[in-house]
Nanobody
Framework: QVQLVESGGGLVQPGGSLRLSCVASGSSFSMYTMGWYRQAPGKQRELVATINSSGTTNYIGSAKGRFTISRDNAKNTAYLQMNSLKPEDTAVYYC????????????WGQGTQVTVSA
């Protein structure tokens, strides 16, 4: 069972930036796809971005062009750099270490709150 700890959230003005971090426990971090998700109040959790073991990235919807997912395998850490933030980016952000079979595993961290407001 993997443990995931997200950090880096906070209150930021529209147009601002934040960098989220996700530290994963366990070994073989580099072999896994990592994903960042978010859940806004009253909405379902949605995928924001993924990065696979080769470093190939994929972005969903409004994250394209504004967010950058990266990883540091030596630190067992995935990052989400978020620029040009908008009020609609307000959500709790979670990371997930995908299963080898594809798709998110059932293990989630506590999340980190991102609030974009003037």
């Amino acid at each position: 069972q993997v443990q995931l700890v997200e950090s880096g959230g906070g209150l930021v003005q529209p147009g601002g930036s934040l960098r989220l971090s996700c530290v994963a426990s366990g070994s073989s971090f580099s072999m896994y796809t990592m994903g960042w998700y978010r859940q806004a109040p009253g909405k379902q959790r949605e995928l924001v971005a993924t990065i696979n073991s080769s470093g190939t990235t994929n972005y969903i919807g409004s994250a394209k062009g504004r967010f950058t997912i990266s990883r540091d395998n030596a630190k067992n850490t995935a990052y989400l750099q978020m620029n040009s933030l908008k009020p609609e980016d307000t959500a709790v952000y979670y990371c997930n270490r995908w299963a080898f079979s594809g798709g998110p595993s059932p293990y989630w961290g506590q999340g980190t709150q991102v609030t974009v407001s003037a």
